[in-house]
């Protein structure tokens, strides 16, 4: 038999040229392969059905126009995207992206991600991914209305509470999922738990806005723990500012560790004396009402720095917190966190670490816990707002907390499960781990199908 390095080059030369021009797609298989082509030697039956390289081609990729009208009565034209990568275990399951960058390299990595993620939560969820090239900032409140009933006006089509049930992502929060949900009940005349993140009122679950930075956290909490560390007393560079970052560092804060930075697109703001919740409560104010941007908080609190159009990964810290985007931690970012000491990375975001970093951290026994793993907690309580809108029931805030905190430290023992096995030395890989775990489930599923 070929060796697993071989294997790997002559998969990736296939997957490359069938899909052209698609570097982050390439970058996320490429990582989850290099992983699964050593369980797939023990386990033949996979390799035989050609499992890997059926999740790797979405089972649709739909793209269309999206029209709407600026505030000055301009014509503006948009592309929309929905990729529906794999529903063997559950509905299609992914958040909508709106941000210029989308393209289908992205949500097609996004949604390859997806697939291991939604398996890792234990949870019958498929996996798909969404969005559109459309750029919020700057945008009224009503051109973003337009822009999503446009975006709806034809992804209603597609998707269905059984079918697919896209959520939100980098620039799609509680306003934009209201402005959807409203234009698919008024097309369909049906009301459904056709997306997720709803407002309270309308279907909406408790503790889905914190879910992600908390489980992310709750992540970290459990790879320390079974380092015999604890998150308490450490410090923290925390990138973005958006919904992920601002829940990771309430919840740090919240089990006495130190988080000092946030950042978005203009650079970061550096806070030697650490956040307080009231110091959060302000940028979650400002982001999420005021619309600004974080060098504000330099200006509004003494003590606290920005750095225009840097990063966070230069500062000394025991934590690092990646919660913005994609490839934010370069090989070189990495060197410098691990230079400076850090202790752990926990991934908020979705495959922010270029694979030469992940590679860095790994070598240099870095606790390295991937975003396939690390923030599932998002959609985990997705999930959970699925059952209670089918039940037609709401649960309470313990409750949901508590199923969170549970759903990690369970997708903290898959992952450690094969961690322990594929990893190197006395290391736990959860990398491999998130990968072999996330991939069997729906490896076994498929299976079960027959050639479909
Ligand atoms: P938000 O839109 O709430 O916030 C995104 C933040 O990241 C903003 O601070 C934004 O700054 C910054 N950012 C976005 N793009 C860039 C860029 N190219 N360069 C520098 N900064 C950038 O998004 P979320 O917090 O929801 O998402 C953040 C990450 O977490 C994404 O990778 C997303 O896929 C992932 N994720 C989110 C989940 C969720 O439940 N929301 C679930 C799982 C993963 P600016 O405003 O200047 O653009």
Same mark, same amino acid.
């Given at each position: 038999?070929?060796?697993?390095?071989?294997?790997?080059?002559?998969f990736?030369?296939g997957l490359e040229k069938r899909n052209p021009g698609e570097?982050e797609f390439h970058q996320a298989v490429?990582?989850v392969a290099?992983?699964?082509?050593?369980?797939?030697?023990?386990?033949?039956?996979?390799?035989?059905?050609q499992i890997l390289e059926r999740m790797a081609e979405p089972d649709r990729v739909v793209s269309f126009?999206?029209?709407?009208?600026?505030?000055?009565?301009?014509?503006?034209?948009?592309?929309g995207h929905r990729v529906q990568m794999n529903n063997a275990i559950g509905p299609y399951k992914g958040g909508l992206r709106?941000?210029?960058?989308v393209n289908t390299s992205v949500l097609k990595f996004l949604a390859f991600e997806q697939t291991f993620k939604n398996s890792?939560?234990?949870?019958?969820m498929g996996a798909g991914k969404g969005g559109?090239?459309?750029?919020?900032?700057?945008?009224?409140?009503?051109?973003?209305?337009?822009?999503?009933?446009?975006?709806?006006?034809?992804l209603?089509?597609h998707i269905?509470?059984?079918i697919d049930v896209p959520?939100?992502?980098?620039?799609?929060?509680?306003?934009?999922?209201?402005?959807?949900?409203?234009?698919?009940?008024?097309?369909?005349?049906?009301?459904?738990?056709?997306?997720?993140?709803?407002?309270?009122?309308?279907?909406?679950?408790?503790?889905?806005?914190?879910?992600?930075?908390?489980?992310?956290?709750?992540?970290?909490?459990?790879?320390?723990?079974?380092?015999?560390?604890? !998150?308490?007393?450490?410090? #923290?560079?925390?990138?973005?500012? &958006?919904? =992920? /970052?601002?829940?990771?560092? +309430?919840?740090?804060?919240?089990?006495?560790?130190?988080?000092?930075?946030?950042?978005?697109?203009?650079?970061?703001?550096?806070?030697?004396?650490?956040?307080?919740?009231?110091?959060?409560?302000?940028?979650?104010?400002?982001?999420?009402?005021?619309?600004?941007?974080?060098?504000?908080?330099?200006?509004?609190?003494?003590?606290?720095?920005?750095?225009?159009?840097?990063?966070?990964?230069?500062?000394?810290?025991?934590?690092?917190?990646?919660?913005?985007?994609?490839?934010?931690?370069?090989?070189?970012?990495?060197?410098?966190?691990?230079?400076?000491?850090?202790?752990?990375?926990?991934?908020?975001?979705n495959?922010?670490?270029?694979?030469?970093?992940?590679?860095?951290?790994?070598?240099?026994? !870095?606790?390295?816990?991937? #975003?396939?793993?690390?923030?599932? &907690?998002? =959609? /985990?309580?997705?999930?959970? +707002?699925?059952?209670?809108?089918?039940?037609?029931?709401?649960?309470?805030?313990?409750?949901?907390?508590?199923?969170?905190?549970?759903?990690?430290?369970?997708?903290?023992?898959?992952?450690?499960?094969?961690?322990?096995?594929?990893?190197?030395?006395?290391?736990?890989?959860?990398?491999?781990?998130?990968?072999?775990?996330g991939f069997?489930?729906v490896a076994?599923g498929m299976?079960?199908f027959?050639?479909v």
């Amino acid at each position: 038999m070929a060796s697993a390095n071989e294997q790997l080059n002559n998969f990736m030369e296939g997957l490359e040229k069938r899909n052209p021009g698609e570097p982050e797609f390439h970058q996320a298989v490429m990582e989850v392969a290099a992983t699964i082509i050593p369980f797939l030697d023990n386990n033949p039956k996979y390799r035989e059905m050609q499992i890997l390289e059926r999740m790797a081609e979405p089972d649709r990729v739909v793209s269309f126009r999206v029209c709407w009208q600026d505030d000055e009565g301009n014509i503006r034209v948009n592309r929309g995207h929905r990729v529906q990568m794999n529903n063997a275990i559950g509905p299609y399951k992914g958040g909508l992206r709106f941000h210029p960058s989308v393209n289908t390299s992205v949500l097609k990595f996004l949604a390859f991600e997806q697939t291991f993620k939604n398996s890792l939560t234990g949870l019958p969820m498929g996996a798909g991914k969404g969005g559109a090239n459309f750029n919020p900032k700057g945008k009224s409140t009503n051109e973003i209305m337009r822009f999503c009933q446009s975006f709806m006006t034809e992804l209603y089509r597609h998707i269905g509470a059984d079918i697919d049930v896209p959520a939100g992502d980098i620039g799609v929060g509680g306003r934009e999922i209201g402005y959807m949900f409203g234009q698919y009940k008024r097309i369909t005349n049906s009301f459904e738990g056709v997306l997720t993140g709803k407002g309270l009122e309308f279907g909406g679950s408790l503790v889905r806005t914190e879910a992600t930075g908390y489980g992310a956290v709750y992540f970290l909490q459990n790879m320390l723990k079974a380092a015999g560390k604890d !998150v308490e007393g450490m410090s #923290a560079a925390v990138s973005g500012s &958006g919904n =992920v /970052a601002t829940h990771a560092a +309430e919840k740090l804060l919240q089990l006495g560790a130190k988080p000092m930075t946030m950042s978005d697109s203009g650079g970061f703001i550096h806070d030697p004396e650490g956040f307080t919740q009231e110091k959060i409560d302000w940028i979650k104010d400002l982001k999420n009402n005021r619309r600004g941007r974080i060098s504000e908080y330099a200006d509004h609190f003494t003590g606290a720095t920005f750095h225009e159009g840097k990063r966070p990964w230069s500062v000394d810290c025991d934590i690092a917190m990646p919660c913005a985007t994609q490839n934010e931690i370069t090989e070189e970012d990495a060197k410098m966190l691990i230079s400076n000491g850090v202790k752990a990375v926990s991934e908020g975001a979705n495959m922010p670490t270029v694979n030469e970093g992940v590679e860095a951290f790994q070598d240099a026994k !870095v606790i390295f816990g991937p #975003a396939k793993a690390a923030n599932a &907690g998002g =959609v /985990a309580v997705s999930g959970l +707002e699925m059952s209670q809108n089918s039940a037609r029931i709401s649960w309470g805030v313990d409750q949901l907390q508590e199923q969170l905190r549970q759903i990690m430290e369970d997708i903290h023992g898959r992952c450690e499960k094969y961690g322990k096995d594929y990893g190197r030395d006395d290391q736990i890989d959860y990398v491999a781990g998130a990968n072999i775990a996330g991939f069997a489930k729906v490896a076994d599923g498929m299976m079960a199908f027959g050639v479909v």
